[in-house]
């Protein structure tokens, strides 16, 4: 059973910065690629940005510049550094693991931005 659990959200006024973690329960190895959601009030989920194994990183165009994806092996764990924080960059965002076509969700955790 896949375990994702996220953190760090919160409320911020724009033009300031969170960073959110996403813990997993196993080793993060062992996914394809892992990556950020957010879903806006009445909105789709859409992707933010992702990490594949080989590392290489895929980015919305909106948070390009601004969002930067990382990830630590050794305590199996995905950040999203998020900089220049805009009001519509509000959302819940979402932790996903894809490994072998299966996709695993966190909870989500709020960020809010304020203009």
């Known amino acids: 059973q896949v375990q994702l659990v996220e953190s760090g959200g919160g409320l911020v006024q724009a033009g300031g910065s969170l960073r959110l973690s996403c813990a997993a329960s196993?080793?993060?190895?062992?996914?394809?690629?892992m990556g950020w959601y957010r879903q806006a009030p009445g909105k789709q989920r859409d992707l933010v940005a992702t990490?594949?194994?080989?590392?290489?990183?895929n980015y919305a165009d909106s948070v390009k510049g601004r969002f930067t994806i990382s990830r630590n092996i050794a305590k199996n764990t995905v950040s999203l550094q998020m900089n220049g924080l805009k009001p519509e960059d509000t959302g819940v965002y979402y932790c996903?693991?894809?490994?072998?076509?299966?996709?695993?969700w966190g909870q989500g955790t709020q960020v809010t931005v304020s203009s």
């Open positions: 196993g080793n993060i190895f062992a996914f394809n690629a």
């Open positions: 990490i594949r194994r080989d590392s290489n990183t």
């Open positions: 996903n693991a894809n490994r072998n076509g299966d996709n695993y």
